[in-house]
T-cell receptor, first 112, second 113 residues
Framework: GQNIDQPTEMTATEGAIVQINCTYQ??????LFWYQQHAGEAPTFLSY????GLEEKGRFSSFLSRSKGYSYLLLKELQMKDSASYLC?????????????FGKGTTLSVSS | ETGVTQSPTHLIKTRGQQVTLRCSSQ?????VSWYQQALGQGPQFIFQ???????GRGNFPPRFSGLQFPNYSSELNVNALELDDSALYLC????????????FGQGTRLTVV
């Protein structure tokens, strides 16, 4: 079966650092994705991890531990525009391309 | 800007009716997937098409069907609409292979009354 867990809501203040965790139990693994989705808009790609370790891209970093079925998204120097839903998604091993299993998303609220 | 476009943006249908949603993939992308996203939930995978053939399907009944055309544009058809089909329907495209990101369209908001 497939199960992806992430916190429902998080709050933080401008300029702070926040870490959004994601744990997954899937029958196999072929990559983990993080997407950002503002209300009423399409999800936009943030990061992709397939090997263990940290991937850094500007203010955003993503970490993966395949043995623990665990990932996190780290957002630094938070800005008000970072208020959005953050979606963790896993691509099963028997799929390629755009077939992803998503978590329910974490709604992040950034206040001044 | 992702380049994936969906139409229409909003749609209201009556229970029992049929609906067709359309998606134009980003230029050169030959793989497309459709997702259903209920309010406050993550997207749920419906199915994927690669070079005009379905090559993956999620836990959705057969009344959800699709097509991919030679130009890689795609349709999602839903028959016998139910109230629970009310959701945002997202299309995502990618250039084949397993190590590429999926680009999403803005979605079609379907309301079934």
């Amino acid at each position: 079966g497939q199960n992806i867990d992430q916190p429902t809501e998080m709050t933080a203040t401008e300029g702070a650092i926040v870490q959004i965790n994601c744990t997954y139990q899937t029958s196999g693994f072929n990559g983990l994705f993080w997407y950002q989705q503002h209300a009423g808009e399409a999800p936009t790609f943030l990061s992709y991890n397939v090997l263990d370790g940290l991937e850094e891209k500007g203010r955003f970093s993503s970490f993966l531990s395949r043995s623990k079925g665990y990932s996190y998204l780290l957002l630094k120097e938070l800005q008000m525009k970072d208020s959005a839903s953050y979606l963790c998604a896993v691509r099963p091993p028997n799929q390629a391309g755009t077939a992803l299993i998503f978590g329910k998303g974490t709604t992040l609220s950034v206040s001044s | 800007e992702t380049g994936v476009t969906q139409s229409p943006t909003h749609l209201i249908k009556t229970r029992g009716q049929q609906v067709t949603l359309r998606c134009s993939s980003q230029s050169g992308h030959n793989t497309v997937s459709w997702y259903q996203q209920a309010l406050g939930q993550g997207p749920q995978f419906i199915f994927q098409y690669y070079r005009e053939e379905e090559n993956g399907r999620g836990n959705f009944p057969p009344r959800f069907s699709g097509l991919q055309f030679p130009n890689y544009s795609s349709e999602l058809n839903v028959n016998a609409l139910e109230l629970d089909d009310s959701a945002l329907y997202l299309c995502a495209s990618s250039l084949d292979g397993s190590n590429t990101e999926a680009f999403f369209g803005q979605g079609t908001r379907l309301t079934v009354v």
